[in-house]
């Protein structure tokens, strides 16, 4: 049974994990200790335990006599980060095509119709959801709790970048394109296939990546 320290601690954790996926705590910025405490809710002591856990995931990266800070994603991360979760995301999407049934490809069909609305209206926040509950679902399918618990703690640190890719000129629109390659492999049980479009779609998220570390958004032309 969890003691209230742990579920305290826990809570804390989670409440900064929503902040940093919301953009609230964007890369790079300092963590004021004292004011998460009164926007957390909480004490010190569980909030230095869930900065430690924050920390130990990669989120947040500790300095020596200055605090805590959201990490950034580095050029080097993403050439490292990419060709392993292609790999493990492939393989989900193998796995899901073997257990697909119709009821699972009926509820796929509709989260691939709401992020093709999505994208058409450029509706960047809403595609970004629906991209992630995709994602999700095909994990879920897959029923690998292996390939679950590490694609799990890469994309934690996948998503300090949100969707900052999907402004990138063109995009949303790749982006799309490729969802629906990877559900037309899986609707024709073609595990093959929708292994080898997952994996050219995440090698394409490094891509747009790889445009933002070299050229800033204030150097994106619109």
């Known amino acids: 049974m969890r003691s209230v320290a742990d579920s305290l601690h826990r809570q804390a954790a989670e409440g900064l994990r929503e902040l940093i996926f919301a953009g609230e705590l964007a890369p790079g910025s300092f963590l004021d200790e004292a004011a998460l405490c009164e926007r957390l809710t909480v004490s010190r002591t ?3 335990e869930a900065l430690k856990v924050l920390v130990a995931e990669g989120m947040l990266r500790h300095e020596p006599r200055r605090g805590c800070f959201v990490a950034e994603i580095t050029e080097r991360d993403v050439e490292q980060i990419f060709p392993v979760i292609a790999l493990l995301e492939g393989r989900a999407a193998y796995e899901a ?3 697909a049934g119709p009821a699972d490809l009926a509820a796929l069909e509709v989260l691939h119709e709401r992020l093709r609305a999505h994208a058409e209206a450029g509706r960047i926040t809403a595609y970004y959801e629906a991209n992630h509950a995709i994602h ?3 994990i879920t399918l897959a029923d690998n709790r292996w390939l679950a618990q590490v694609i799990g703690d890469l994309r934690r640190i996948l998503r300090l ?5 999907l402004h990138v ?3 949303l629109q790749q982006s799309l394109a490729e969802h ?3 559900f037309a492999a899986i609707k024709r049980g073609d595990a093959a296939a929708a292994e080898q479009a ?3 779609h995440l090698f394409a998220q490094r891509d747009a990546l790889r445009e933002l570390t070299r050229n800033p958004p204030s150097r994106i032309a619109p």
């Open 46 to 48: 569980p909030l230095r």
């Open 97 to 99: 095509t073997g257990r």
């Open 136 to 138: 999700e679902a095909f």
């Open 161 to 165: 970048a949100r969707h900052q890719t």
């Open 169 to 171: 000129p063109g995009r």
């Open 180 to 182: 629906l390659q990877v």
């Open 198 to 200: 997952m994996r050219h």
